[in-house]
């Protein structure tokens, strides 16, 4: 049997899945009876304006061995052969070092390469600075309850790492074919089948934590050793290559290999790398604020007429506008329909904001960051590595004030932004513990308030309805990306300390769950290439 692709084929939203082999026979002019094993590979939704919206499909199918494929095609149809299975990681065993293998950080990257290692019988030691799940879900409840920090456990310190409390949406720009490979981990980790073939696949926060228990089993089951509170507090370093590793300050253990997964929170832990002599640069990142509109006017605005379809999801939106005056570019990043904006504060003392939904994003609210591209020469005049931690810092600081010093945020009406007009009310957010209104020009450095106002205008333009006073904007959003890059070489180790294998969002090469899982999995196969 030969194994076809099919892209591109049409259902309306009153048409079901079913219908997809009969359309497939269609388009390969044969009987339904001649295909097998037809399967959805991808599922999207067109929603362009003023047409009506409608699903777009990707399927699989096996036809005879000598089965003809149809040179004229409807159009926007594609019919493809397949030839390979997709790659997996291998999983064969390898020479073990006398040392055990440290991992250090429990997101996505730190899993993952967790995972590969221990799937191939190395000696594993994950260590975590922040706590266990169970614990971290209470400990950020009080925080968004009760303004209560604890900087040792919260949204961006603890097991599953910083997008446990998130949206959980998977997708990624990347065409690297382990990203499948992950989805299908996640899957038989308990979440949803869908995320093998949604076109934008998402898991949400209640699905995601329990998926994350489950990847803590497995890792367990294969025998990496995984320690909570246990934070690397300083690396030892001999002759270029890397000795043992510190916890907690008082505990040494000796490692001459360490994937250093930590994220782009670490602010100290990076400060750690520095002295140890970790090369490291500066780079490019954004910042901005989150935007929050009520779901329903976003599915107006994306939908029209269709708007409350039941086979339509809440709607989404990405926008971006370039201003070529100020040569700057403004986008939206890290859209949650139907979700919360939350305060996702690691050290006391500073605000900083995010998104996350829950798996069916039934909230009433949508929403969306919206930043502006920084530059290394924004902070960094004299190429000091680690200024774009400081600049960050210094805006999250600005809007911990201007919330009240309490861990609300700083809040301001849309158009009253737009208008610069300073008011003392704005409209209702999801935001937790809660806002307070304030200029948010004062949270902000001057050229990404001026960039914000010209991109808000223009994703009007785009998305006429955008502006509106029942859009509320939250301060500040500034972890985009890592303003930190730890230099690697190509086979993956630190440039400057032998045995580190810098990955994940906090390496500076990586961003995103995905992104972040594949990169720990190239991080473990680099060093398994490395000890061969
Ligand atoms: C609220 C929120 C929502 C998000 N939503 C999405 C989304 O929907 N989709 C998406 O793709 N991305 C999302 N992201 C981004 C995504 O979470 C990150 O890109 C991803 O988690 C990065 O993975 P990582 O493993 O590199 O680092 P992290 O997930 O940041 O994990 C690093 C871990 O290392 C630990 N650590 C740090 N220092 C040390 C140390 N010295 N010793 C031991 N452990 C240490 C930290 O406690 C942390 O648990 C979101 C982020 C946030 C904060």
Redesign the pocket.
Known sequence: MKLLRIAGIKLALDENEEQLSQKAAAILVVSPSNIANCRIIKKAIDARRNKPPHFVYVVQLTVADDFPVPRDLPEGIQVRELEDQLPEPLFTGIFKPALPVVV????????FAAYVLAARGLPVVL????TAIEKRTKDVQAFWGKGILNPASN??????????????????RSKNPYSFWVKKILVEMGAPQAILTDAKP?VGTDQLTKVVINLRNKLASMGCAIRFE????DFIVRQGRLAAVIVNEKEEIKTEQLVL??????D??YR?LQVSGVKMEAKPFAMGLRVEHPQELINSLQYGKWSGHPHLPPAEYFVTAAIPALNRSVYTF?M?PGGEV?G?SAFPGYVLT???SKSLRNGKFANSAIVVNVRVDDFALRGELLAGLEFRARWEKKAFEAGGSNYCAPVQRLTDFLEKKAADSAGPTSFRPGTKPAALDDVLPLFVAGALRAGIYEFNRKMPGFVTAEAQLIGVET?TSSPVRICRKGDGQSETVRGLYP?????GY????????M??IKAAENLIANLA
């Open positions: 250090a950080g429990s997101g996505p990257a730190g899993l260590l975590e600075r922040g949204v961006l310190f603890g097991e599953g790492g910083a997008g446990t409390f998130s949206d959980g949406k998977l997708t990624s998402h246990a934070q690397i507090t997964a930590i994220g782009q929170s670490a100290d832990t750690k890290c949650c939350i996702c995010n998104g996350m972890r990955c994940g969002e906090g390496s990586a961003g995103g769950i995905i992104s972040s899982a990169d720990g």
